[in-house]
């Protein structure tokens, strides 16, 4: 987090600005492409139009990997960057951060009584759903942006592309949205990034414990009156390691061997106890 | 402190399990049981996923057996010779409990198994220590017990006698075996050495003198404990060696104060103590069925 804040600090002296930014993945969604000129601080000579010049959004990722190690307890993130225009404010630009994990498959069983006990009943499976996503904006979303964009875009947790095998029942798609909310794996911050100095923006993401392995995506999105008009796409990797990782692995390729070594050092640890704590 | 768990995949409070083992430890030593029975209903009450918490439970009461073998076969406390008859019997039932617990997590009614599991089997032992502890109460006060070494029945005109010398028993391996069977489902399913029913079945059902009962137990406990904890390594792969570890460091701390206290209590209230213990378990795990839940509707991963 301290080296985040030291690329902040750079960035806020607009040194940073340039180096940090990768132009080539920015993608303006305006009709000239922009050129992939790296930048330096004074004006640069401007061959045609120096607005098109310039990126109009630069953001960058405080870290491409989280560890997980035996004493991880959730952790957060930190996105920042700058852009091209004002933000905030009246008529300013905004900033939309997206994160989202890998889709996988999940099935959400409806609970039904029968003689008196709650019992797992029917049951619909839904083929890609986000373990993680996360939505914060300089704005809340339903200011920033009309309902026809949130849907072309399929942006917030209430566009997600969730598509049930199955049972068509709307009431189980409401459910997992609400359960997944409840757990805080799926949330859209209300004005969870800031801005500072009108060019610069910032934003925390936080990662729980129960933060699952895998690659996620990181859009942020720069929009101007209603409209997505540019945005930049990152990424980190969320991965177990040192002994977290080593066990993992050796449960999951070697299991006759892991459940020996479980046996033996569960049998040490109580013989162990039992020496130690033998009394007289 | 906070601590991942690399097969639960999720990070849990350290002190929290440490707790949960000393506090379970202490019962077991109190009680001389494993303590299974309490530690995988606390472990899914904490939110260990149940498969992993009945197969670190297995793992866990191995550990935990492990210490109370070694105390009892030092005091010539254990009848190998039964307990390995037992122990037939428990390595066939543990292997069908892994593979019916396999079969149910793909029915996607793995938690409603074990809770049922739970309260058929915690409901029926407790009853009948409650009430048998009772009673032996009732007689001390009346004085003089019957001094019956135990009763015949049916099962002694049964085929294939073996003479068992340190129980003082010479009966047919076939209900012996048949206790180890069941035992070995029910512990695969349960994720529970199976003491707790181990104890009344050999004493009630087997004949077998009390002096013995307990070393035996943890004879089988120990061996059906490995061998469900091997199966489920390889078969659902949730065995969580750091959570077993954590568990066991608390556990045997506590089982020594348990045991220390267990001294000064009286047989029958041991038994009437740990049936309370055993029948509340089983009301509690029965209220979680019977109560409208919080959310009609359950999420997680499609099982494979």
């Not at chain 1, 132009?23 to 045609?48: E, I």
């Not at chain 1, 598509?163 to 969870?192: F, V």
């Not at chain 2, 009614?109 to 029926?124: M, N, R, T």
Request: with cysteine; aromatic share 6%; proline share 7%.
């Amino acid at each position: 987090m301290r080296r985040a804040r030291r690329v902040l600090l750079a960035l806020l002296l607009g040194l940073g600005i340039a180096s940090g930014a990768h132009p080539a993945l920015v993608r303006p969604l305006a009709a000239q492409p922009a050129p992939a000129a790296p930048l330096p601080p004074p004006p640069p000579p401007a061959p045609g139009n120096p607005a098109a010049a310039r990126p109009p959004l630069v953001a960058e990722l405080s870290q491409e990997r989280v560890d997980i190690t035996t004493g991880f307890s959730g952790t957060e993130l930190l996105v920042f960057g700058a852009t091209e225009r004002l933000l905030g404010g009246e008529g300013g630009d905004d900033v939309l951060v997206v994160v989202q994990s890998g889709a996988e498959p999940m099935i959400v069983r409806r609970k039904i009584r029968v003689l008196g006990l709650w019992l797992n009943g029917p049951s619909a499976r839904f083929r890609q759903v986000p373990g993680f996503y996360l939505m914060a904006g300089t704005r809340p979303l339903r200011e920033m942006l009309p309902p026809e964009e949130r849907e072309a875009k399929r942006l917030g947790v209430d566009h997600l592309p969730l598509q049930s095998l199955g049972i068509q029942d709307p009431a189980y798609r409401q459910a997992l949205l609400q359960l997944k909310q409840s757990a805080r794996l799926w949330h859209e911050e209300e004005e969870a990034v800031q801005i500072s100095g009108a060019r610069l923006f910032r934003a925390r993401l936080p990662l729980p414990a129960a933060t699952d392995t895998g690659d996620y995506q990181v859009q942020v999105l720069l929009v101007r009156a209603g409209r997505v008009v540019a945005r930049q796409e990152l990424g980190f990797r969320v991965e177990r390691v040192g002994a977290a990782a080593r066990i993992a692995d050796v449960a999951a390729t070697e299991p006759v061997l892991y459940g020996l070594a479980c046996i033996l050092l569960a049998a040490f640890a109580g013989w162990l106890g039992s020496v130690l704590f033998r009394r007289g | 402190m906070q601590v991942y768990l690399p097969i639960a995949e999720m990070s849990v409070d350290a002190t929290l399990l440490l707790g949960i083992g000393f506090g379970v430890g202490w019962l077991s030593g109190l009680f001389g049981v494993g303590g299974g029975f309490l530690l995988t209903p606390l472990l899914i009450l904490v939110g260990i996923p149940a498969p992993v918490a009945v197969a670190s439970g297995a793992n866990q009461t191995l550990g935990a057996s492990v210490s109370g073998l070694i105390a009892q076969w030092r005091r010539g406390n254990v009848d190998p010779r039964m307990g390995l008859v037992l122990l037939v019997g428990g390595f066939i039932g543990s292997a069908m409990g892994v593979e019916l617990f396999a079969w149910l997590r793909r029915q996607g009614q793995v938690d409603l198994a074990v809770s049922i599991f739970y309260i058929v089997v915690l409901g029926s032992v407790g009853a009948l220590m409650v009430r048998e502890s009772v009673r032996a109460i009732l007689r001390r006060r009346r004085s003089g017990g019957p001094a019956r070494l135990h009763a015949h029945m049916w099962m002694h005109g049964l085929p294939f006698k073996l003479r068992f010398r340190k129980s003082r028993l010479y009966i047919s391996v076939i209900p012996p075996m048949l206790v180890g069977l069941g035992i070995g489902v029910l512990s695969a399913v349960m994720g529970v050495g199976g003491g707790f029913m181990l104890v009344p079945a050999m004493i009630y059902l087997l004949g077998m003198p009390t002096s013995v009962v307990i070393g035996t137990s943890l004879f089988q406990v120990v061996f059906v404990a490995a061998n469900v904890t091997l199966l489920q390594a390889v078969q659902t792969g949730s065995v969580d060696i750091v959570l077993t570890l954590l568990l066991l460091l608390g556990g045997v701390a506590g089982a020594q104060f348990g045991a220390a206290m267990g001294t000064r209590l009286r047989g029958e209230e041991t038994r009437a103590l740990l049936g309370l213990l055993v029948l509340g378990v089983a009301l509690s795990l029965l209220w979680g069925l019977v109560a409208t839940p919080d959310s009609l509707f359950a999420i997680g991963p499609i099982p494979t």
